[in-house]
C-alpha cells in the first residue's frame, strides 16, 4: 500500500554526478526502511544502499565511499547522490520501501521488499 516514484536518471559522463530522488506516498514514511536497488541487462537486481528508520545506512560494496543516501521525512522522500560515477554504474536504478520491518529484517536482499518504483534509467558514457 506504498507508491513510490524515482526520478533523477540520465546520461552523464565517467566522473560525473546524479541525484536520483525517490517520492513515497500511501503509507507511514518515518517506520519504514527505505533501498536502492540496481539492475542492468542480464544481470541480477544489486543491493545499492539502505537506509533504515534510525537513519543509519548501509551501502554495496561496488558504489562504497561514491554514493551516499538520505531521507527527508517531511518531504516522503529518499535521495541517492551519485558521485565519481563509472560506466559500469550504467542501470536501472529502483527504489524500494519495506514498512515497519522486523528486528530479523536485514534490508539488502531485494526480497525482503514488496514495494518498488518503475525505476530510473542512469547511463554513464562518454
Known amino acids: 500500500q506504498v507508491q513510490l516514484v524515482e526520478s533523477g536518471g540520465g546520461l552523464v559522463r565517467p566522473g560525473g554526478s546524479l541525484r536520483l530522488s525517490c517520492a513515497v506516498s500511501g503509507r507511514t514514511f518515518s517506520s519504514s526502511a527505505l533501498a536502492w536497488f540496481r539492475q542492468a541487462p542480464g544481470k541480477g537486481r544489486e543491493f545499492v544502499a539502505l537506509?533504515?528508520?534510525?537513519?543509519?545506512?548501509v551501502y554495496g560494496d561496488s558504489v562504497k565511499g561514491r554514493y551516499t543516501i538520505s531521507r527527508d521525512n517531511a518531504k516522503n522522500t529518499t535521495y541517492l547522490q551519485m558521485n565519481s560515477l563509472k560506466p559500469e554504474d550504467t542501470a536501472v536504478y529502483y527504489c524500494a520501501a519495506k514498512i515497519a520491518p522486523g528486528y530479523d529484517f536485514l534490508g539488502t536482499r531485494s526480497y525482503e521488499y514488496d514495494n518498488w518504483g518503475q525505476g530510473t534509467q542512469v547511463t554513464v558514457s562518454s
Open positions: 537506509v533504515r528508520w534510525t537513519s543509519s545506512t
